[in-house]
C-alpha cells in the first residue's frame, strides 16, 4: 500500500483515497491542501479533518475496502468534542491499515477487534484534542500493529501550540522495545 503523509492527520493512500483533508487555515504553518483523488472521507467534522473541498474528484474506482467503526473524539462518550470514527482500509491484497481519526479514548472491545493486527496504524499521538503519547502506546501494545505511524501533533512548523511534540511518544516507543515499528512520515 502506497502512503502519503499530507499533514497533520491527513494521508493520501494508494494514488486514489484521502483521509481527513483539512481546511485552509484550519492547522497553524500547513499550507493549503491541493490533492486530487478518486475518494475522501473524514473521521469527524472539525474544520481540520473535513476540507473536502481541497481534494479534486476525479473519475475512477476507489480500489480499498474500507470499514467504518464507531468512537469517540473524547473519553465522554462524545460529550466533549462528539463522534469520531475509525477507518479500517483493506487493500486489494489484504494490507491492513487504520486510521484512528481523532480518537479520544482507549478502544472497547468490539473497537478493539476491528483494529487488531494492522499492517499500519496511524494513530494521534499529541493529547489535548486526542489520546496523548501514553495511552497511543497503550493503544499500540493491545493491537499489536506491524507499523505505528505518529499523526496529530505539533512540530516545529505545524500544529496547534496546546498538542504536544511526537517526541514522548518517541521515547516510550524506545522504551516499550516498539521504536523499529515506528515509522515518521
Same mark, same amino acid.
Given at each position: 500500500?502506497?502512503?502519503?503523509?499530507?499533514?497533520?492527520?491527513?494521508?493520501?493512500?494508494?494514488?486514489?483515497?484521502?483521509?481527513?483533508?483539512?481546511?485552509?487555515?484550519? !492547522? /497553524? +504553518?500547513?499550507?493549503? @491542501?491541493?490533492?486530487?483523488? #478518486?475518494?475522501?472521507?473524514?473521521?469527524?467534522? &472539525?474544520?481540520?479533518?473535513?476540507?473536502?473541498?481541497?481534494?479534486?474528484? !476525479? /473519475? +475512477?474506482?476507489?480500489? @480499498?475496502?474500507?470499514?467504518? #467503526?464507531?468512537?469517540?473524539?473524547?473519553?465522554? &462518550?462524545?460529550?466533549?468534542?462528539?463522534?469520531?470514527?475509525?477507518?479500517?482500509?483493506?487493500?486489494?491484497?489484504?494490507?491492513?491499515?487504520?486510521?484512528?481519526?481523532?480518537?479520544?479514548?482507549?478502544?472497547?472491545?468490539?473497537?478493539?477487534?476491528?483494529?487488531?493486527?494492522?499492517?499500519?496504524?496511524?494513530?494521534?499521538?499529541?493529547?489535548?484534542?486526542?489520546?496523548?503519547?501514553?495511552?497511543?502506546?497503550?493503544?499500540?501494545?493491545?493491537?499489536?500493529?506491524?507499523?505505528?505511524?505518529?499523526?496529530?501533533?505539533?512540530?516545529?512548523?505545524?500544529?496547534?501550540?496546546?498538542?504536544?511534540?511526537?517526541?514522548?511518544?518517541?521515547?516510550?516507543?524506545?522504551?516499550?522495545?516498539?521504536?523499529?515499528?515506528?515509522?515518521?512520515?
Amino acid at each position: 500500500m502506497k502512503i502519503e503523509y499530507l499533514g497533520h492527520s491527513c494521508f493520501k493512500l494508494n494514488d486514489e483515497l484521502v483521509i481527513d483533508p483539512y481546511k485552509d487555515g484550519s !492547522v /497553524p +504553518g500547513l499550507q493549503p @491542501l491541493r490533492t486530487s483523488a #478518486v475518494k475522501v472521507i473524514c473521521s469527524h467534522e &472539525h474544520l481540520d479533518h473535513n476540507g473536502r473541498e481541497c481534494v479534486e474528484i !476525479v /473519475p +475512477g474506482e476507489c480500489g @480499498l475496502n474500507i470499514r467504518e #467503526v464507531a468512537s469517540f473524539h473524547d473519553d465522554a &462518550h462524545g460529550a466533549l468534542r462528539g463522534p469520531n470514527t475509525i477507518f479500517v482500509i483493506t487493500s486489494q491484497d489484504g494490507e491492513k491499515l487504520v486510521h484512528l481519526g481523532d480518537l479520544g479514548h482507549f478502544p472497547n472491545e468490539g473497537q478493539l477487534e476491528a483494529i487488531l493486527d494492522a499492517d499500519y496504524l496511524l494513530i494521534p499521538v499529541g493529547g489535548y484534542y486526542t489520546i496523548d503519547a501514553e495511552m497511543a502506546m497503550k493503544i499500540c501494545e493491545s493491537c499489536r500493529p506491524k507499523k505505528i505511524i505518529p499523526m496529530h501533533y505539533r512540530t516545529e512548523k505545524s500544529g496547534y501550540p496546546e498538542i504536544e511534540t511526537v517526541d514522548e511518544f518517541l521515547k516510550l516507543a524506545e522504551t516499550k522495545g516498539m521504536a523499529d515499528k515506528v515509522m515518521m512520515m
